[in-house]
């Protein structure tokens, strides 16, 4: 098992520019999540889905956009870059509601000039 | 609002030292709180807990909650320079899977 893979690792835009952030899990997860980490802090929770097709908003979903089509996949689309999203992405996934260990993939730090 | 609040931010000690680290919250409809330990990169699993008093421990880590104070404390004893990270706490609250994060606790263990 590969567990969550997140690409790219590194990525630098200019503000307005879109680009998506790819999360794929292949532990057959049904909960998986996007997060930004910012110094200082903890981590923020962008969205997240519950299973296939189902997705929702979390703490700071502004600017980002994601959609669910597969168990394996949670790709996370930025619409029109801006510099408040430079952060660190971190993508996780869970098995179940009784099974609350989320596993993290190894995060897509994001600069925006 | 929801919100996950640790204490202390930031914790310098010696090896052998016995830390507790604090996690409080606010959150509607608790469902369950975690422990994580980010190092370098991504947070990795430490702790669940959902019912009060009850102990989960592993090693020289332990961790118990308190849902009528609303709290969570983290236990390390023996410190050692591995356990150089930061500790972050996770409330999930009203909708499975929606997860609140305290700013996290940055320990670091001197030789």
């Known amino acids: 098992n590969?567990?969550?893979?997140?690409t790219?690792?590194?990525q630098v835009l200019k503000t307005g520019q879109s680009m998506t952030l790819q999360c794929a899990q292949d532990m057959n997860h049904e909960y998986m999540s996007w997060y930004r980490q910012d110094p200082g802090m903890g981590l923020r929770l962008i969205h997240y889905s519950v299973g296939a097709g189902i997705t929702d908003q979390g703490e700071v979903p502004n600017g980002y956009n994601v959609s669910r089509s597969t168990t394996e996949d949670f790709p996370l689309r930025l619409l029109s870059a801006a510099p408040s999203q430079t952060s660190v992405y971190f993508c996780a996934s869970s098995y179940d509601r009784q099974s609350y260990e989320q596993y993290?993939?190894?995060g897509t730090?994001?600069?925006v000039t | 609002e929801d919100k996950?609040?640790?204490s202390p931010l930031s914790?310098?000690?010696h090896e052998g030292d016995t830390v507790t680290l604090n996690c409080s919250y606010e959150v509607t409809n608790f469902r369950s709180l975690l422990w994580?330990?980010?190092?370098k990169k991504a947070p990795t699993f430490l702790f669940m807990l959902t019912s009060s008093g009850i102990e989960k421990k592993s090693g020289r880590l332990s961790s118990i909650l308190d849902k009528k104070e609303l709290f969570s404390i983290l236990n390390i004893t023996a410190t050692q320079t591995g356990d150089s990270a930061v500790y972050l706490c996770a409330v999930e609250g009203n909708n499975f899977n929606k997860f609140y994060f305290g700013s996290g606790?940055?320990?670091?263990?001197?030789?």
């Open chain 1, 2 to 6: 590969a567990g969550v893979t997140q």
């Open chain 1, 8 to 10: 790219p690792k590194f």
């Open chain 1, 104 to 106: 993290f993939g190894p």
């Open chain 1, 109 to 111: 730090r994001l600069t």
């Open chain 2, 4 to 6: 996950v609040v640790q």
């Open chain 2, 11 to 13: 914790l310098v000690v």
């Open chain 2, 36 to 39: 994580y330990k980010q190092e």
């Open chain 2, 105 to 111: 606790t940055k320990l670091n263990v001197k030789p």
